[in-house]
Structures are given as C-alpha cells and as structure tokens.
C-alpha cells in the first residue's frame, strides 16, 4: 500500500501546481482576460452584474453560476484550511489519546515551526500582486518560502494516511486527501498568497518531514525513539491514554504554533510603533 500513498501524494502536487494555471489557458485574447480577471482580483458584485448585461452575446460569459460556485468553494476552502485541519486533528487526537497521536501531533508542531524559522531565513518575497488584492484583508508580513500551509498539509496528510489509517481504506482517505489539499493550496496560488515554488516546496519538505518522522521516530512497530519517550512521559503507564486534562496542552500550543501568534505580536507592536 505504500505505493498507493506515494502515487497519492504526487496527484496532488501536480494537482496543486497544474490546476492554479490551467484555468489561466485560453485560445483567444478576450477569454484569457475575462479568466484572469475571475481568477485573480474579483470586482464587486455591482460590477460583475453591470459586465453580465453589458456582455456581448457572442462573448463567453465567465461569471456564470458553475465558475463563481467553484471560484466561490475554492476561496471557503483555502480560508478555512488551517482552523479545519487543525481541529480535525485535535478531535482526532482527542478520540484516540494514544501513544501514536502524541507523537504525531509533536511532530507537526515541530514541522511547523520549522517552515517558521526557513521563511526567516530565506527571506523569500511572496507574489507583488497579493498588495493589490483586496480580497485578501490581512495581508501576511513575512515571507513566503516556503509556504506553511503546505508543509502542514503535507505533514498532517502523510503522518495520518501512513501511520494511523488502516492499509485497506488508505486509497479512498488519500483520494479525499489530495482532493481537500490541492483545492486549498490553489486557492493561496490564486490570491497570490504564494507562488507555485513556494507551495510546491512546501508541500514536499511536509512530505518528507513525516516520512522521515514516521520512519525514525516512530518506528515501523512503533518501538522508535520519540514514542517511546511519548509512552514514558506522556501517557498513562495504565491505561496508555493521554489523561483528558493534558488535552489543554496540544490545544494551547496549537493556538500559538498554527494561530501564527507571532505575527500577530509583530503586527501589533509595529502599529504601536508607527
């Protein structure tokens, strides 16, 4: 079954590479530009209703109702991504409080606050276009290499589907899987968010993070280094459960990790200076 999680995990690269610039492809100069214009900056609903009665009846009209559902999915998606996987996972951890779990969720944290500490160092810009897009609010301050949602989804997807989905099902939780993530990592392609090296080099350092965590710090009969310190400090020697009360740990870590509680401290001592 372990080619079927990594035939998986390339279906969604390309998937999350190719699908941003496919929409892009057109034959004739007024359908790209009525394409770019959807896919990057969205006008009011005002001036899209104006372009809809004003369209010429031999020019395709691109802000039907299948392209603004889709465009409408991919943004709900894209924005929700990190609150979703993040309390799929703890409810998922919540559920099982096992040895396994614990050691997965540190090794997330962990993956996380390393694609932190790279986009420090490589100082890498992300898209020009992201300061022109209003439909972005907040607009993020650091840098965007590489792209952090990525790596937790290459993390949280691949720890999950090799190390805790049984081997039978992996084909179908993979398929759902590389679905859930391209959608999501278009949409921070799409919004300029990041460009497409910055998610394609997230997404495979999340990959390889968890194999590598998988494979040496688990152990394929779960007799690695880090669960087993895991078994001896964190769960119950009784039970082999994380005690309910120590819950608020993973919670209040991933609020600061995953929340990006560091650039919100930034943000706000910056406007305390200015």
């Known amino acids: 079954m372990t080619n079927v999680v990594v035939a998986a995990l390339a279906i969604l690269t390309l998937c999350s590479l190719a699908f941003p ?10 359908s790209r530009a009525a394409i770019g214009r959807f896919h ?3 006008p009011p609903l005002s001036t ?67 694609g932190k500490i790279l986009k420090k160092l490589l100082n890498h810009d992300r898209p020009a276009e992201l300061q022109l897009n209003e439909n972005v609010k907040l607009k993020p301050s650091d840098g965007g290499m590489p792209s952090s949602h990525a ?24 398929a759902i899987m590389a679905t859930y993530s391209a959608i999501a990592l278009r949409y921070r392609v799409r919004d300029h968010l990041h460009t497409v090296e910055q998610v394609a080099v997230g997404l495979f350092l999340g990959v390889g993070n968890a194999i590598t965590w998988l494979k040496y710090g688990v152990g394929g009969d779960h007799s690695g280094p880090l669960i087993t310190w895991v078994k001896d400090h964190c769960v119950s020697a009784d039970s082999g459960l ?5 819950l608020a740990v993973p919670v209040i870590v991933g609020v600061l990790v995953v929340g990006s509680f560091e650039r919100r401290i930034a943000r706000w001592l910056q406007n305390k200076r200015n």
């Open 21 to 30: 610039t496919a929409a892009f492809i057109s034959t004739s100069t007024s």
């Open 40 to 42: 990057t900056i969205r």
């Open 48 to 114: 899209r209703l104006f372009e809809q009665s004003s369209t010429p009846a031999s020019t395709p009209d691109y802000h039907k109702s299948t392209p603004s559902i889709m465009y409408d999915f991919t943004t709900f998606v894209g924005k929700s991504a990190s609150a979703f996987v993040s309390v799929s996972f703890f409810l998922l951890l919540a559920y099982h409080r096992d040895a396994l779990l614990v050691t997965l969720f540190i090794g997330s944290i962990i993956n996380s606050v390393w």
């Open 151 to 174: 790596m937790s989804l290459g993390f949280i997807g691949t720890a999950i589907l090799m190390g805790v989905v049984p081997g039978e099902k992996q084909l179908i939780v993979s």
């Open 242 to 246: 994380l005690p309910y009360p120590a």
